[in-house]
């Protein structure tokens, strides 16, 4: 009987999973929007983004760290001194190897005996002497000169390592002809990077030697520059491990050197290949060192390997900070950060490039004139929709206060319309509910179940509540609101700043979504006033001005009412601090503190002149400020206005929550529900 067929499944590792759903922008942008409310420009918010990293998601910072613990790690584990211990422990064991076979062999002269004791007790204390001293030491022992061998032939295999990594591990039972074809490749190496030098070297040349050495580059380089590079970092790095060396550990290492598979001509290639290479990569670190203080001694080939991973992550960690000019995400090394740190990191790096991506090109963030990024209008609405949303779930926790949306049928169509939500009483607008419905696709599975016209014989048209839409209608008389919020230094550094402008995005979205008939002006007001629309008034930075013109505030909404003479003036004033400024007559602002008679007298001029024009006139008074107190509430009663004192995490609720009284009680009518959003 067959054994039936199994699967297994896992993770998908080969790169990006081409089945994962698209990233998820919500929370990026929902923390980038509330760091340009702050005051962050957008780059600086999308860069603060990236650096924390979401729920769930390792940030830049967070790699960055661990990038660091990696560096230290690998200098506080290691010594340089590797090679140095292995050629003492064999040089070691072929003298005490040899000492053995000199005890115990009776054949030998006691004169020759003794001379080759005393040889032998007489070695320099240095390593390198020692072995020098012993090159032509005519050993008894076959073991011991094994061993002794075996220190040339590790020291050729540790320089090759060095410059072509794994090449120690390649040669350890190496025969004479491997050793041989190794030379061969390095003469061979060192004449085509001759002739590149030269700008003679052809492509040809570079394909006979990869077809003739190509076992010996893993990397697989498609062009002599490619091979360049490959060789070069990997040099480089030998040389800052040179550098790293004590100069006593160096001095040894030179004079071992000479001893590498016992010949001068590996040296001299190895020599003009270092040269050729460092004339062809100038800009590689050639000069650099490192601090190394561990037990774990490495031999060359492994302490260039160290090296070439610490210059690695020295580029991880400039890539990670992303302090330099045009920095992107995309220059992240995804490879290097895998080998460094694991598969886990680059796959939190490959998500926040995703990111990045995702919101450049998804029309969230646009880019200015001068370079900068900002929240586009469709990232504000989205802003102004979470917003409002937030303000809804504030009104509807008020007790005993339910606010109307008023699009019912009190008012006149507006020639629009919207998707019914729960609670409407709308009347349908059924072209387009019908519209809808024939637009929608329906999937029958038999003749019998189609239910569309066109598609069943003309049995009928088959609406759901999806495919329902109602009719907008707005009060007979439209308003012309003027939100002024005051920009002065108080406003930051009390905290202020961002439920000011979360109010004003709220706001706004609400009028363009909800009261498309109604024009909102929104003005800011420090020691001058001026008009801003909404991107503008939320990528607004802390200003550090001192002065509160609330006088050139609200010319600017008399202006507006002016343009807009059919509508219902609403004037909403939201501050911290009494007037301190006023628009002198030659347009200069005038400050003084505290405020002075003419300031205060050309406020409430300014205030009945709106009275006058039939405005009704809120004040959100922000803060304990007795002076504030007293002052708004004098001029409410002077034109018959209000004053609302909000904690700042419901102002937003209590401006929406005065616009929809003003239309209410001006406009009367509307309908029962409460006001519903997001």
């Not at 160290?306 to 220059?331: F, I, K, P």
């Amino acid at each position: 009987m067959p054994r039936p067929h199994s699967s297994r499944y896992g993770r998908y590792v080969d790169g990006p999973d081409p089945l994962a759903p698209p990233v998820d922008l919500s929370e990026a942008l929902s923390a980038i929007s509330a760091d340009v409310m702050e005051g962050y420009s957008g780059q600086r918010a999308l860069r603060e983004f990236l650096r924390r990293g979401g729920r769930g998601q390792q940030g830049l910072d967070d790699l960055a760290a661990r990038v660091h613990a990696r560096r230290s790690e690998l200098l506080t584990r290691h010594r340089l001194d590797g090679t140095m211990a292995e050629v003492k422990e064999l040089l070691d064991a072929a003298v005490l190897e040899e000492r053995k076979e000199l005890a115990r062999d009776i054949d030998l002269d006691d004169a020759d005996r003794d001379f080759r004791e005393l040889r032998l007790g007489n070695l320099p204390d240095s390593v390198p002497a020692a072995v020098q001293e012993l090159s032509d030491y005519d050993w008894r022992s076959p073991t011991a000169k094994a061993a002794y061998d075996r220190i040339k032939d590790l020291l050729g295999r540790e320089l090759l390592d060095q410059r072509f990594a794994g090449m120690k591990q390649a040669l350890e039972n190496a025969t004479d002809a491997d050793r041989d074809a190794v030379q061969a490749m390095l003469r061979d190496l060192n004449e085509l990077l001759d002739k590149h030098r030269r700008g003679e070297d052809t492509a040809e040349d570079f394909e006979a030697f990869m077809d003739a050495h190509g076992q010996y580059f893993p990397e697989q380089p498609r062009t002599v520059d490619e091979l360049i590079d490959a060789l070069s970092k990997r040099a480089a790095a030998a040389q800052r491990m040179l550098n790293s060396m004590t100069p006593e550990q160096r001095e040894e290492l030179l004079q071992l050197s000479a001893q590498a598979f016992g010949s001068p001509e590996l040296i001299a290639q190895l020599g003009q290949l270092d040269a050729n290479l460092q004339a062809l990569r100038p800009g590689e670190d050639w000069s650099g060192s490192e601090q190394f203080g561990g037990q774990d001694g490495l031999g060359l080939g492994e302490g260039t390997g160290v090296l070439a991973d610490l210059a690695e992550l020295d580029s991880l960690a400039a890539q990670l900070g992303q302090g330099y000019g045009g920095a992107r995400m995309d220059d992240i090394d995804l490879d290097a950060l895998a080998r460094q740190l694991g598969t886990d990191a680059a796959a939190s790096a490959r998500t926040l490039t995703e990111i990045e991506r995702a919101l450049r090109e998804s029309g969230y963030l646009n880019r200015t004139a001068d370079g900068e990024l900002q929240l586009s209008p469709r990232a504000l609405r989205q802003l102004g929709t979470s917003l409002l949303a937030d303000v809804a779930d504030r009104l509807g926790g008020r007790s005993g206060r339910r606010e109307t949306h008023l699009a019912g049928a009190a008012g006149e169509p507006t020639g629009s319309s919207r998707a019914w939500a729960f609670g409407d009483t709308e009347p349908w607008d059924v072209s387009r509910t019908l519209l809808n419905a024939i637009r929608r696709p329906v999937v029958t599975t038999t003749a019998a179940s189609a239910t569309r016209s066109g598609s069943s014989g003309g049995r009928g048209i088959r609406i759901e509540m999806g495919d329902v839409e109602v009719v907008e209608s707005e009060t007979r008389t439209q308003a012309a609101v003027a939100l002024l919020v005051d920009t002065s230094f108080s406003m930051a550094a009390e905290g202020r700043w961002t439920p000011m402008k979360r109010t004003a995005v709220a706001l706004h979205h609400l009028v363009s979504t909800r009261w498309r008939g109604d024009q909102l002006e929104l003005v800011a007001f420090g020691r001058y006033a001026q008009s801003m629309t909404v991107g503008r008034l939320t990528a607004l930075p802390p200003l550090r001005e001192q002065g509160t013109n609330l006088h050139h505030g609200l010319l600017l909404a008399e202006r507006m009412f002016r343009r807009f003479p059919t509508m219902q003036p609403v004037v909403l004033v939201v501050t911290d601090g009494e007037p301190t400024a006023h628009l002198a007559a030659d347009g200069e602002s005038w400050f003084t503190y505290p405020p002075s008679l003419e300031t205060l007298r050309m406020t409430v001029a300014q205030l009945d002149r709106l009275r006058r024009l039939g405005a009704r006139i809120t004040f959100f008074r922000l803060g304990d400020d007795p002076g504030l107190a007293r002052f708004v509430k004098q001029m409410a009663d002077r034109v018959d206005g209000r004053v609302v004192s909000p904690e700042l995490d419901d102002l937003g609720a209590a401006v929406v929550s005065e616009y929809l009284q003003a239309r209410r009680a001006r406009f009367g009518g509307g309908g029962s529900a409460g006001l519903r959003y997001g």
